[in-house]
């Protein structure tokens, strides 16, 4: 399902760039703003040539750079595998399977008043750095795996 708020706000600020909006560049912007298992640029290169057979995995790089640069997508480079790409750059953290590399959105709410945490940052790091954003990453095995290695 598309998240129509996501891919409206990109292609906002894709067309405010100055960027022209073609049925590709379209149909790359609308699986990440959509995706919710953090696809490789592969991966994007797949679902984007059912569509447009005629595309190159070069145009699908080329775009995800040009997002990258106007921070609409994140990049997660947790494994020695394909760097994959979030769609979705409200902060939140992930959780990430050491076996199946499976990743998952983690939001960190504060159970007392169903509002996000604060992450502490030492007083003397805040004076010294402009912090303009985070990525937290958390590792471990699914309970697919986790059942899989405990049989």
């Known amino acids: 399902m598309i998240n ?7 292609l906002n600020k894709v067309k405010k760039h100055g960027y022209s909006l073609t049925p590709q ?3 790359i912007i609308r699986i990440l703003a959509e995706s919710k298992n953090h696809p490789s ?3 994007v290169y797949s679902r984007v040539k059912s569509v447009y057979p005629m595309i190159s995995l070069n145009t699908v790089y ?8 106007i921070n609409e997508v994140r990049e997660i480079k947790s494994f020695q595998s394909a760097v994959r790409y979030d769609g979705d750059v409200s902060p939140h953290a992930h959780i990430i399977c050491r076996s199946c590399k499976e990743i998952i959105d983690l939001q960190v709410y504060d159970d007392s ?6 992450i502490y940052i030492n007083p003397k790091l805040k004076k010294e750095y402009s912090i303009t954003g985070y990525n937290v990453e958390f590792f471990g095995l699914c ?3 986790k059942n899989k290695t405990s049989n």
């Open 25 to 27: 560049r379209y149909e």
């Open 143 to 145: 309970n697919n795996c």
């Open 113 to 118: 008043n169903d509002e996000m945490t604060e």
């Open 62 to 69: 080329k775009n995800i750079a040009m997002l990258l640069e």
């Open 4 to 10: 129509n708020n996501r891919l409206d706000q990109i």
């Open 41 to 43: 640029a592969v991966d």
